[in-house]
């Protein structure tokens, strides 16, 4: 099943809730990627330590401190 066809069949599920289940999923949905993001950060981070490299904030910190 396409991107297209889930957004479609997202749609047509959709129709038949009340603005209270919606308002519901989409809560769920931000939940889920807030914990997605979480999860990713969490695994760059082990990476950018267990290869000893330097983070973006720590570039920004050092051009900062240049000026």
């Known amino acids: 099943m396409g991107m297209i066809d889930q957004l479609k069949g997202a749609g ?3 129709k ?3 603005p ?3 308002a ?3 809560k769920q949905a931000n ?3 807030k914990m997605m993001e ?3 950060r969490k695994v760059l981070d082990e990476e950018i330590r267990a290869r000893n490299l330097i ?4 570039v920004v910190k050092l051009l900062d401190e240049k000026k």
């Open 38 to 40: 979480e999860a990713v």
């Open 31 to 33: 939940d889920a990627k």
């Open 12 to 14: 047509d599920l959709m």
């Open 55 to 58: 983070s973006r904030d720590e």
């Open 20 to 22: 209270r289940e919606i």
């Open 16 to 18: 038949n809730l009340s």
């Open 24 to 26: 519901e999923l989409m």
